[in-house]
C-alpha cells in the first residue's frame, strides 16, 4: 500500500502519520469532510405548552361562556313566546273555528280554513319545543347543539320574516343569537372534550 502523495490536494494533512501513531489523551478533529457529529446527545426540549390535542391548544372553558348563556336565555325567551301564541291560536282555533274563518276573511279578504292556520301553529308550536330542548342542552356542549341551534336560530328568523310587523321579535331574537352561538368562545364551549 503507498502512501498518499504529499502534493496531493486530496491527501492526508502532513504529520498525519505521526498522529496515527500516537495515542491521544481528547478526541482529534478531523480536518476535512463532514465534522463528526456527537454521539446521541441530548434530545431536543419538550414544547412549553406541552402537547395539546390535535387540532389546536387544551385551553378549553370550564363553564358556559357569557355569550353562549346570552343566547341560550334569548332561545328560552323566543322558544317561550312562539310557544304561548301558538297554543293560544290552537285554543283560538279549536274554540271557535266558524267565528275565526269569518274574521281572518273579513280582516285579510282572503278565504282561509281554519285547519290551515291550525297547522301552521302546530308547525310554529313543534319549533318551539325544539328550541327549548336544544336551550336547555347548551350546558352539556355538544357539537350537534351547536349545529342544531343555528339552524333552529335560522327558521326563527324565516318565521319572523312570515309573520312581520309581530315576528320583528324573533327576526331580532334570531340574528342577535346566532351571532352569539357562532362566536369563536362559543365555539370551544362546544368543541370541549367531554369525560
Known amino acids: 500500500m503507498s502512501l498518499p502523495d504529499q502534493n496531493n490536494p486530496y491527501g492526508g494533512p502532513q504529520g498525519q502519520q505521526q498522529q496515527a501513531q500516537q495515542q491521544p489523551a481528547q478526541q482529534q478533529q478531523q480536518p476535512?469532510?463532514?465534522?463528526?457529529?456527537?454521539?446521541?446527545?441530548q434530545p431536543y426540549p419538550a414544547y412549553p405548552g406541552g402537547a395539546g390535542p390535535y387540532g389546536g391548544g387544551g385551553d378549553y372553558?370550564?363553564?358556559?361562556p357569557g355569550k353562549a348563556t346570552a343566547a341560550r336565555i334569548m332561545m328560552f325567551i323566543s322558544a317561550g313566546l312562539q310557544s304561548l301564541l301558538s297554543l293560544l291560536l290552537l285554543i283560538g282555533i279549536a274554540v271557535a273555528k266558524d267565528d275565526f274563518e269569518d274574521g281572518f276573511q273579513e280582516g285579510s279578504g282572503v278565504e282561509v280554513p281554519a285547519e290551515a292556520v291550525a297547522v301552521v301553529?302546530?308547525?310554529y308550536l313543534v319549533h318551539a319545543i325544539l328550541g327549548i330542548v336544544l336551550a336547555s342542552l347548551f350546558g352539556r356542549g355538544a357539537g350537534g347543539v351547536r349545529v342544531g341551534s343555528i339552524v333552529w336560530l335560522s327558521f326563527l328568523?324565516?318565521?319572523?320574516?312570515?309573520?312581520?310587523?309581530?315576528?320583528?321579535?324573533w327576526?331580532?331574537?334570531g340574528i342577535i343569537s346566532i351571532v352569539m352561538v357562532a362566536n369563536r368562545d362559543s365555539g370551544r364551549w362546544f368543541a370541549r372534550p367531554r369525560p
Open 32 to 41: 476535512y469532510g463532514y465534522p463528526q457529529y456527537p454521539g446521541a446527545g
Open 61 to 64: 372553558p370550564t363553564s358556559i
Open 121 to 123: 301553529a302546530g308547525i
Open 157 to 169: 328568523i324565516l318565521f319572523g320574516v312570515l309573520a312581520l310587523p309581530l315576528g320583528i321579535i
Open 171 to 173: 327576526i331580532a331574537l
